[in-house]
C-alpha cells in the first residue's frame, strides 16, 4: 500500500429492523398478479387454483347478496366472547401462578398436561357440558386461549425486574399497590405478545368449531364450499379468515403503541 | 434517630458471609462501607433497611423518625430502579400515593424535590430518555420526597461515568450542607468514600468482618477532587484493604 491508504471498508450495519410497510403489500400483489396471470394465460389450470378476480366477484356477491354479515357477524360474536373469555381467564390464572408459589406449584404441571392436548378432539366433551349451540363453540376458543395465554403471562410476570419490586417494598408500597403499578405494566409486554398468538389460536378453533354443527359462520362457509369444490367460495372464505388474523394483529400493534410507549 | 448494629452476623446456604458486625450511626452523618467485593457490604445495607433478615444479631433503630417523615430507611440503588412507564414526575410521585396526602400536597412535595435536584424541567420526560447520572438524580428526588431519616445508598455512582460521579457528588455534599441527612454510604471507590464520609468503615473479605472504622473531620463543603489530605486517608484506606482485595479477587477465581 502506498501512502495515500486505502479507504476503510464499511462492514457494519444490517441486523436491524426498519419501517418498510409497503414490501408487504407488495409482496401481496406480486403473488395475487402471479396467479390471476397463470390462471387467464392457461399455465396455472382453473382446477388447481381459483383465478383471484372470480374470488373478488364471489366475495362481491357474498357481500351482495348479504349472506356476508350473516355469517361474519356469528363469526365475530364467537370470536369475541370466546377470546375475551379465555384471554381474561389466562390472565388471572397467569397473575396467580406467577405471584403465589403454592398456585404455580399446583397448576403449572396441569397447565403443561392440558397444552399439547388437540382442542378441536374434546369438542364432543363440549357439546355435551355446553349444549350444541354456542355454548360449546365459546368454550372451544376459550379453552384454547386460556393455555397459551397463561404460559405467556406468568412468564411475563416472572420476568418483572425484581430489583423495582425491591424498590417498591423499601418504600413500603402496600402488596396490592406494587403488582397493579409495578408487576402489572411490567408485565404487560410479555402478555400482548402472547396474546398476538393466542388470538390467533382463536381464530383457528372458530373455524374449527364452525366446521363441526353451525348453520351460519365463516366456518360452516368454508366447509360447505370446500364439499362441493367450490374453490372461488372457498377461497373467498380464506381471505375473510385472513383479514380478521390481519386486523387482529393490527387491533394489538395500535394497543401496545397505546400502553408500551414507554419502550424506545 | 440513629440506626445500631449488635453483633451482626449472616450466611447464604451454609457459607458465612457477615460475622459479629458492631456498628453504629449516628445522626446527621454519613457513614461509608467499603471492603473488597463479595464481603457482604450490600447485604449488610440490605439489612439496616429491612429487606433482609440477619441471621444472627440484630439491627436497631434508636429514637423517633423526625416529624413528617414517611419512610425512616429510604434507600437509593445501584440501577436507579425507576419504573421505565413512568415521567420523572411520576416515579417520584409513586412513593407518595400509599400515603394519605391530598393530591395538591402531593404535588407541592414532588415540585420542591425536583426544584432541590435541578430536574423541574425534566419533570415530564421518561427514564429512557436521561442520562445516568439524571436518572440517578431522579432517584434521589424520589428518596428524598419521603422525608427519610436514614438514606441507604447502595453503591449509587457506581453505574455512572466518573465526570458525572463527580457532579453528583457535589450534589450530594450540596444538599447535605443545606440539610444534614443520616447515611450510609455503601461504596468500593475509596475516593467517594473519602469526599463523603464522616465515617469509614473497612469490612475485611468474606466473611466480613469490622477492620477498623475510619473518621474524618473535615467539613465535606472543604473537601475537594484531589485534597492532599483526603489522599493520606484513601491511601491508608487502601493499605489496610490491598492484600483482602488480591484474596478476594483470587478467591473469585477459584469459584
Known amino acids: 500500500m502506498d501512502n495515500q491508504g486505502s479507504k476503510v471498508v464499511f462492514r457494519g450495519g444490517g441486523f436491524t429492523h426498519q419501517s418498510r410497510r409497503w414490501v408487504g403489500f407488495v409482496v401481496f400483489a406480486a403473488l395475487l398478479l402471479l396467479a390471476e396471470w397463470g390462471t387467464r394465460t392457461g399455465v396455472i389450470s382453473p382446477l388447481t387454483l381459483p383465478r383471484p378476480s372470480d374470488v373478488l366477484q364471489t366475495f362481491g356477491e357474498l357481500y351482495s347478496s348479504g349472506l356476508l354479515f350473516q355469517h361474519l357477524i356469528p363469526s365475530l360474536l364467537r370470536l369475541l366472547v370466546g377470546a375475551a373469555l379465555g384471554a381474561s381467564l389466562g390472565i388471572g390464572v397467569g397473575f396467580l401462578i406467577g405471584l403465589f408459589s403454592f398456585v404455580r406449584a399446583g397448576l403449572v404441571p396441569l397447565v403443561a398436561a392440558i397444552f399439547p392436548i388437540p382442542k378441536i378432539a374434546l369438542l364432543p366433551l363440549f357439546v355435551i357440558w355446553f349444549g350444541i349451540d354456542e355454548g360449546s363453540k365459546y368454550a372451544l376458543i376459550a379453552f384454547g386461549t386460556f393455555t397459551p395465554t397463561v404460559v405467556a403471562t406468568f412468564a411475563a410476570v416472572d420476568n418483572v425486574d425484581r430489583t423495582l419490586i425491591r424498590m417498591g417494598q423499601s418504600f413500603g408500597l402496600d402488596w396490592f399497590s406494587i403488582v397493579r403499578k409495578i408487576v402489572l405494566p411490567g408485565a404487560m409486554p410479555g402478555i400482548l405478545a402472547g396474546l398476538r398468538i393466542s388470538l390467533a389460536i382463536a381464530i383457528i378453533l372458530l373455524v374449527a368449531a364452525e366446521m363441526l354443527g353451525a348453520e351460519y359462520g365463516i366456518g360452516a362457509y368454508i366447509l360447505e364450499a370446500g364439499s362441493l369444490y367450490d374453490l372461488e367460495r372457498l377461497f373467498a372464505g380464506v381471505v375473510i379468515l385472513s383479514v380478521l388474523g390481519v386486523l387482529v394483529s393490527a387491533v394489538i400493534g395500535v394497543i401496545e403503541r397505546r400502553l408500551l410507549d414507554w419502550r424506545t | ?255
Open chain 2, 1 to 255: 434517630m440513629e440506626l445500631r448494629l449488635a453483633g451482626v452476623g449472616h450466611s447464604y446456604a451454609g457459607r458465612e458471609v457477615l460475622r459479629d458486625i458492631d456498628l453504629k450511626v449516628p445522626e446527621g452523618e454519613i457513614v461509608c462501607i467499603v471492603g473488597p467485593s463479595g464481603c457482604g457490604k450490600s447485604t449488610l445495607l440490605r439489612m439496616m433497611g429491612g429487606l433482609e433478615q440477619p441471621a444472627r444479631g440484630e439491627v436497631l433503630q434508636v429514637g423517633q423518625p423526625p416529624q413528617g417523615c414517611l419512610n425512616p430507611l429510604t434507600f437509593i440503588f445501584q440501577d436507579f430502579a425507576l419504573l421505565p412507564w413512568r415521567s420523572v414526575a411520576g416515579n417520584v410521585s409513586l412513593v407518595l400515593e400509599d400515603h394519605p396526602i391530598g393530591r395538591d400536597e402531593a404535588r407541592a412535595m414532588v415540585a420542591d424535590v425536583l426544584g432541590r435536584t435541578r430536574l423541574t424541567e425534566f419533570a415530564d420526560a421518561l427514564p429512557r430518555q436521561l442520562s445516568g447520572g439524571m436518572k440517578q438524580r431522579v432517584a434521589i428526588a424520589r428518596a428524598l420526597v419521603v422525608r427519610p431519616a436514614v438514606l441507604l445508598m447502595d453503591e449509587p455512582l457506581s453505574a455512572l461515568d466518573s465526570q458525572t460521579r463527580e457532579l453528583l457528588m457535589e450534589d450530594l455534599v450540596g444538599l447535605w450542607t443545606r440539610q444534614p441527612f443520616t447515611a450510609v454510604y455503601v461504596t468500593h471507590n475509596l475516593a467517594e468514600a473519602v469526599r463523603l464520609g464522616h465515617r469509614i468503615v473497612v469490612l475485611s473479605r468474606r466473611p466480613g468482618e469490622l477492620r477498623e472504622v475510619v473518621s474524618l473531620d473535615k467539613p465535606l463543603a472543604d473537601r475537594g477532587y484531589g485534597d492532599a489530605d483526603l489522599e493520606v486517608t484513601q491511601k491508608h484506606l487502601w493499605e489496610l484493604m490491598r492484600a483482602e482485595a488480591a484474596a478476594a479477587d483470587a478467591e473469585l477465581l477459584r469459584g
